[in-house]
Nanobody, 117 residues
């Protein structure tokens, strides 16, 4: 069992920056693919970014060039650095960790990110 505890959400003005953190309870976290998802009111949950155990990253087109996913294996933590934030980025953000075949699939509790002037 892996528990994911997320933090770092809040209110930020357009063009601002925010960093989300997702800390896992076990060192085994390092071998999983980690990802960030978000869900805006009335919308489907969408994938935002992912990082493999080897460090390869991928991003949704909507956030490329603005968001960066990273990890610190020593701290069992994955981060999402969000720059140049737009009102369209407003959503509840979730951290996910899973193995390649979804034998294990874990989610954080979610944190609200609001981008507004």
């Amino acid at each position: 069992q892996v528990q994911l505890v997320e933090s770092g959400g809040g209110l930020v003005e357009p063009g601002g920056s925010l960093r989300l953190s997702c800390a896992a309870s076990r060192t085994i976290f390092s071998i999983y693919t980690k990802a960030w998802y978000r869900q805006a009111p009335g919308k489907q949950r969408e994938w935002v970014a992912a990082i493999t155990s080897g460090g390869s990253t991928n991003y949704a087109d909507s956030v490329k060039g603005r968001f960066t996913i990273s990890r610190d294996n020593a701290k069992n933590t994955v981060y999402l650095q969000m720059n140049s934030l737009k009102p369209e980025d407003t959503a509840v953000y979730y951290c996910n960790a899973r193995d390649d075949y979804l034998l294990y699939n874990y989610w954080s509790q979610g944190t609200q990110v609001t981008v507004s002037s």
